[in-house]
């Protein structure tokens, strides 16, 4: 695996991390651009990114204009990346990436923009996960592209009653859904190479931006671990 760093001086957010497989024999991979949430930096989420591009993805974790910026502000930030690793990224990321193939995803606020990004973005945004989403608005009824939301049982920050499960159950245009809940985690899991988050990460991309219908079993009818304190999805069409 390779990095390549995006310079704080960047069009649309603050600059980030680029990682991705070095290998020229498998040809392009699909890509994820990652939101931090709120006062969080790219650098927090190195295990996860690392995680998710070591099962094919070219991954942008973006750091954001202000460590502050709200969830819809993440979200243009994210379709900033998306535009940014698609049309501009350096010639050695360019060559491995599938630029029809892209995925959206965040933490925390950047959760709540993950699901901003995947309403608003374009086309070649085929996925969208988000992680332990906040967001004030709790209706995402325009979101159109599969969508996985992995929340954490003892999130005290975006409890998942007032938050992520709102969020799933008003996914009701996206053509699949799946909600996650990491079994005794709290809010600041996405900072972690947690197993099961990754496993559901991964299955979610390699379904919907790979489209690899091996992955299916993954998700339906879902795992059955001690691991997850709840799982809901409308399996994989």
Same mark, same amino acid.
């Given at each position: 695996? #390779?990095?390549?760093? *995006? %310079?704080?001086?960047?069009? $649309?957010? /603050? @600059?980030?991390?680029?990682?991705?497989?070095?290998?020229? =024999?498998?040809?392009?991979?699909?890509?994820?651009?990652?939101?931090?949430?709120?006062?969080?930096?790219?650098?927090?989420?190195?295990?996860?990114?690392?995680?998710?591009?070591?099962?094919?993805?070219?991954?942008?974790?973006?750091?954001?204009?202000?460590?502050?910026?709200?969830?819809?502000?993440?979200?243009?930030?994210?379709?900033?990346?998306?535009?940014?690793?698609?049309?501009?990224?350096?010639?050695?990321?360019?060559?491995?990436?599938?630029? #029809?193939?892209?995925? *959206? %995803?965040?933490?925390?606020? $950047?959760? /709540? @923009?993950?699901?901003?990004?995947?309403?608003?973005?374009? =086309?070649?945004?085929?996925?969208?996960?988000?992680?332990?989403?906040?967001?004030?608005?709790?209706?995402?009824?325009?979101?159109?592209?599969?969508?996985?939301?992995?929340?954490?049982?003892?999130?005290?920050?975006?409890?998942?009653?007032?938050?992520?499960?709102?969020?799933?159950?008003?996914?009701?245009?996206?053509?699949?859904?799946?909600?996650?809940?990491?079994?005794?985690?709290?809010?600041?899991?996405?900072?972690?190479?947690?197993?099961?988050?990754?496993?559901?990460? *991964? %299955?979610?991309?390699?379904?919907?931006?790979?489209?690899?219908?091996?992955?299916?079993?993954?998700?339906?009818?879902?795992?059955?671990?001690?691991?997850?304190?709840?799982?809901?999805?409308?399996?994989?069409?």
């Amino acid at each position: 695996m #390779s990095t390549d760093s *995006v %310079s704080s001086f960047v069009s $649309g957010f /603050g @600059g980030g991390t680029i990682y991705y497989p070095t290998s020229t =024999s498998a040809g392009t991979f699909g890509g994820v651009v990652f939101s931090p949430g709120f006062t969080a930096r790219a650098s927090q989420y190195i295990p996860l990114a690392r995680r998710v591009a070591s099962h094919g993805f070219v991954v942008l974790v973006i750091d954001t204009n202000t460590i502050y910026d709200q969830p819809d502000s993440r979200g243009r930030q994210i379709l900033a990346g998306v535009e940014y690793l698609t049309e501009r990224a350096p010639s050695a990321v360019a060559a491995r990436l599938d630029e #029809s193939r892209i995925a *959206v %995803s965040g933490h925390s606020m $950047g959760g /709540g @923009g993950t699901l901003y990004a995947a309403e608003n973005g374009p =086309s070649i945004v085929k996925a969208a996960v988000a992680l332990q989403p906040w967001h004030t608005d709790k209706t995402w009824y325009g979101v159109d592209v599969p969508t996985m939301i992995i929340g954490a049982e003892n999130d005290t920050i975006a409890p998942v009653s007032s938050h992520s499960i709102p969020f799933y159950n008003t996914l009701t245009n996206a053509p699949e859904k799946a909600y996650g809940e990491i079994n005794n985690a709290g809010h600041l899991i996405a900072n972690t190479d947690d197993d099961w988050q990754g496993r559901l990460f *991964v %299955s979610w991309l390699k379904r919907y931006l790979d489209e690899d219908t091996r992955y299916d079993p993954y998700l339906c009818p879902g795992p059955s671990s001690f691991n997850l304190s709840d799982y809901r999805d409308t399996c994989p069409a």
